[in-house]
């Protein structure tokens, strides 16, 4: 699976859109992006995936560049709740022996403030 | 629906000895994959298994061991306690087969070796 890189740590006003940005520069044609956040000492909860178009549910929109090397996760709204470590992961979903595993790097902590 | 369970949330065990800890995927997911993360390592993926068997499986030492039962439910055993056990232990469900299925994890069980 291809190698991630997101910022350490970002800000945000509460009430403003957070836009976490994340690297991923040698992904190849069947990789797809997810992202996962964890908020303080829980299980990792998913928020969104997609392939190459731009993906929105009702918890955030995904903006995936068009050469793929790069998305940004936008929450429209940052609440106080948001606050959490925010995990960009590239992963296969062709099958193979790697299909159930995720590779988590160190991912971005969000702080939203009041 | 249900989510990912775990039991029990808190565990604390003496060096040496050994645990076993226990996870309910979501209804109709059959695959359970288990990670381990600590604030040194991160989150790192342990093992998943498949129609109770191991299909993949992470640079941990055989101390390290699960079964899936036919049910699905996955247990995780960790033999001989080490003091850098001490972990969180999350385990997560997936339905293998769909071409964009997505990882859901479970709460988590904190592991204190003493």
């Known amino acids: 699976d291809a190698k991630t890189t997101q910022p350490p740590s970002m800000d945000c006003a509460e009430g403003r859109a957070a836009n976490l940005p994340c690297n991923h520069s040698t992904i190849s044609g069947n990789e797809y992006v997810y992202w996962y956040r964890q908020i303080h000492s829980q299980g990792p909860q998913y928020i969104i995936h997609g392939l190459k178009n731009n993906e929105t549910n009702e918890m955030a929109s995904l903006i995936i560049t068009e050469d793929r090397k790069s998305s940004t996760l936008i929450l429209p709204h940052a609440t106080l709740r948001d606050t959490a470590v925010y995990y960009c992961?590239?992963?296969?979903?062709?099958?193979?022996?790697?299909?159930?595993?995720?590779?988590f790097g160190q991912g971005t902590i969000l702080t939203v403030h009041p | 629906k249900a989510g990912v369970t775990q039991t029990p949330r808190y565990l604390i065990k003496t060096r040496g000895q050994q645990v076993t800890l226990s996870c309910s995927p979501i209804s109709g997911h059959r695959s359970v994959s288990w990670y381990q993360q600590t604030p040194g390592q991160g989150l790192q993926f342990l093992f998943e298994y498949f129609s109770e068997t191991q299909r993949n499986k992470g640079n941990f030492p055989g101390r390290f061991s699960g079964r899936q039962f036919s049910n699905s439910r996955s247990e995780m055993n960790v033999s001989t306690l080490e003091l850098g056990d001490s972990a969180l232990y999350l385990c997560a469900s997936r339905k293998p087969g769909t071409l964009q299925e997505t990882q859901y994890f479970g709460p988590g069980t904190r592991l204190l070796v003493l």
């Open positions: 992961i590239v992963r296969s979903n062709a099958g193979g022996t790697s299909y159930g595993k995720l590779t």
